[in-house]
């Protein structure tokens, strides 16, 4: 048995948003404020806490509806509670059985004629029993209007409810709760449109809980209250050692459950027990003595004494959980086992702290699943059903304090942490973890396959006044394409994955562009400066592979990419392509699989370059993706002043910034084709010369990183200009940015 899909709606920013369970861990990634925390918070409410939704839980740019729906409630007619329900949140979950776990399931079985596969169930907020949540409104609303007839006064100032979200502010919880209603298996789309399927005609509800007996659903949340031992106070003169025992106070518990040797006590119990009689016994003597003069002096005062007052008796009792409530309950050997010198759990760093303490708690979320040791004799399902087959962990944020290389190592492990039983390693296992992780760390996305992903992105709604969040499954994201796969997924494995939380990507072709380009945007593009982007390198023969992910990401996207003219030249009687400086007019074409393939899907060099020049960049026209190749730009040399087309990027650099390249050229360590450069640029006659001169010299052994390194030194980096097409393609992916179009 295992979960197979979650579909939140109408739930914060999640107005309509699917999540494809993996079999063992699902990864939510995205950039900040882009969906993660709603899906985290719905799976808690909906599925382990089982209530406590309230009207912020509730998308923002429903209320409109909501408004309208309410606003049109008469006392005469009857209300259409349907239309509400539909905007209030609700969660379906899909999950498959086997015929075999009949047993498990079989209040979830819809129709008699189902024989294994899926299962549905949607969660929804519903009026309560013999709540009329109408006549609850009306009532409230007109005894507001006797008492302020006119309305709200001049400041402001109105009774409550003055709307029908105010009124549900004090009365949701009053008045709904949650049902579950069975799905009909039948409407279960594998891909499309995110849309709720309707409820089976004269469906009924099955209660809050219909996953009872059958999920077992932990969670580590985002804010886990660790501290420095050094800290002391905080804010409000509180001691906050208490914060920093996170590992000492999931001990107890712990202990509680699966090891306390009086319930039920073994062998080993007994001797345990005994030593603590004995030393009970032992201390109890001391007391004895110890208070006996206090006592002595105490009954000369004549109370308690005489027959019929009792004496005063002190006395321990000891408990075995008494020995863990401390602060160095949990110690840690910092002399390696040489000298048996100990610091308390709170003196390690948090990263440790952390760690430590996310993998107990995986351990005894596990432990308490299987019932490990004294559990099973206290455990108690509300069904009796015994060990439930399916358990759920939501982790929020587990990269909190981590280093790098550890973030990526608790990824790796948690699931097999999960796992590390005798009943759940085998591979016929009756038991199913699915784990679900919400994070910011491009490292712990790393850890993860690809497959695993998550990409929550944000969009502007239709209609609304705030932003809502799609999510982009990674699996089959590719198709049947086996080769795009592998190139996709190994080169983000040896790169990074940093672009499932940035708010724009921008491809580039190679090392220049990378060492440039930050400094081209910190000094001339400040909006961009400003976001998060992700840059990634890829020549224009590889960038078109990364179309289906960059169009399912859905992110502001600029591809910086080379024209990479080619002309047919005859050499000895044999026509053949070499590489040429753009030219139109000379039927010169592309060798550009972006260009040719993607965007603008041409491969004349004429139609790239038809006149008159383009005065913005090719996009595509459905989605926020552009591409920006060198256009002609204007340069003057020898007193002669003509439009240019360069080849590749350093040459375009070179020709917009010509001082700048003299002075790199002058440096003591500068190499030979920033000297090249320089010199071409001090002696040629024409733009023409130049241009051709600055081709030639690329053609023959460029350093394109090592010229990109020179131009770090001169004296005024903020002097050095973006060449016309960069600049072209900067200005609109900061207008993207700016007008909230795609990520923003």
Request: with cysteine.
């Amino acid at each position: 048995m295992k979960l197979t899909r979650i579909e939140v709606f109408n739930f914060r920013k999640l107005r309509g948003a699917r999540l494809d369970m993996s079999d063992k861990q699902t990864l939510l990634v995205g950039a900040n404020n882009s969906g993660k925390t709603s899906a985290m918070k719905a799976l808690r409410k909906f599925l382990k806490d089982r209530g406590g939704i309230d009207t912020r839980d509730v998308t923002a740019s429903n209320w409109a509806a909501i408004e309208q729906i309410a606003g049109a409630w008469t006392q005469e007619a009857e209300a259409d509670l349907s239309s509400l329900l539909a905007q209030l949140p609700f969660l379906d979950v899909w999950l498959h059985a086997d015929t075999s776990e009949l047993h498990h399931v079989a209040h979830l079985i819809p129709t008699l004629t189902w024989t294994g596969g899926l299962l549905g169930v949607r969660l929804r907020l519903e009026p309560k029993k013999g709540a009329d949540i109408k006549a609850g409104y009306l009532a409230a609303r007109g005894a507001a209007e006797a008492l302020q007839p006119d309305g709200a006064t001049a400041n402001g100032f109105a009774l409550w409810p003055r709307d029908f979200r105010e009124f549900l502010d004090k009365r949701l919880k009053d008045l709904f709760e949650l049902n579950a209603h069975l799905l009909d298996p039948g409407s279960f789309t594998a891909s499309g449109a995110v849309s709720p399927p309707p409820l089976p005609p004269l469906s009924e509800g099955i209660g809050p809980n219909p996953f009872a007996g059958l999920l077992h659903i932990r969670e580590i949340n985002a804010q886990r209250g660790f501290a420095d031992a050094g800290d002391g106070k905080g804010d409000d003169g509180e001691l906050v050692h208490a914060a920093s025992r996170k590992i000492a106070s999931q001990i107890q518990p712990y202990f509680r459950k699966h090891i306390d040797p009086e319930t039920e006590p073994t062998s080993d119990d007994v001797k345990a027990l005994e030593a603590i009689h004995d030393a009970e016994t032992t201390f109890n003597a001391r007391l004895k003595t110890g208070f006996a003069n206090a006592i002595e002096e105490l009954e000369k005062l004549g109370y308690p004494g005489g027959l019929n007052n009792p004496k005063l008796f002190i006395a321990t009792q000891i408990k075995p959980i008494d020995g863990l409530d401390h602060p160095a309950a949990v110690q840690y050997d910092i002399s390696g086992g040489t000298s048996g010198v100990k610091l308390p759990e709170s003196y390690n760093g948090l990263g440790f702290q952390n760690l430590i303490s996310m993998v107990f708690q995986l351990m005894r979320f596990r432990d308490d699943w299987m019932q490990v040791g004294k559990f099973k004799s206290q455990a108690v399902t509300s069904d009796d059903r015994g060990i439930e087959p399916l358990q759920l962990v939501l982790i929020e944020e587990p990269e909190a304090h981590l280093h790098v290389q550890v973030q990526q190592v608790f990824m790796a492990r948690a699931h097999k942490v999960l796992r590390n039983h005798d009943d759940l390693k085998k591979e016929d296992s009756a038991f199913t973890t699915q784990l679900v992780v919400s994070t910011h760390s491009g490292h712990i996305a790393h850890a993860a396959a690809f497959e695993e992903l998550r990409y929550f992105k944000r969009e502007l709604p239709g209609q609304g006044v705030v932003p809502t969040a799609a999510v982009a499954n990674m699996t089959g994201l590719f198709g049947g394409d086996t080769l795009t796969q592998r190139f996709v997924t190994r080169y983000l494995l040896s790169t990074h994955f940093d672009l499932f939380f940035a708010d724009a990507i921008i491809v580039i072709e190679g090392a220049a562009e990378r060492i440039l380009l930050p400094h081209l945007i910190q000094h001339h593009y400040l909006d961009l400066a400003a976001a998060y982007l992700s840059f990634l390198e890829l020549g224009g023969s590889h960038a078109h592979r990364l179309r289906p992910l960059i169009e399912a990401l859905g992110l502001p996207t600029l591809i910086i990419t080379d024209l990479d003219a080619m002309a047919e030249v005859d050499k000895g009687g044999k026509v053949v392509k070499e590489s040429a400086l753009p030219c139109y007019g000379t039927a010169q074409t592309t060798a550009n699989h972006v260009l040719k393939a993607w965007l603008p899907k041409l491969a004349e060099i004429d139609l790239l370059l038809a006149p008159p020049p383009k005065a913005v960049c090719h996009t595509a026209p459905d989605r926020p993706i552009a591409v920006s190749y060198q256009t002609p730009q204007t340069v003057t040399q020898g007193g002669q002043t003509k439009d240019i087309t360069p080849s590749t990027f350093e040459d375009a650099i070179a020709l917009a910034n010509k001082e700048a390249v003299k002075e790199a050229g002058e440096a003591e360590l500068a190499c030979r084709m920033t000297r090249a450069f320089a010199e071409f640029i001090s002696t040629a006659p024409t733009p023409q010369d130049l241009a051709k001169s600055l081709f030639e010299r690329l053609r023959k052994s460029p350093d394109k990183a090592a010229f990109a390194l020179d131009l770090l030194y001169i004296k005024d980096i903020k002097t050095l200009r973006a060449p016309p097409y960069i600049d072209t393609g900067l200005t609109w992916l900061a207008s993207q940015l700016k007008s909230g179009e795609g990520a923003l």
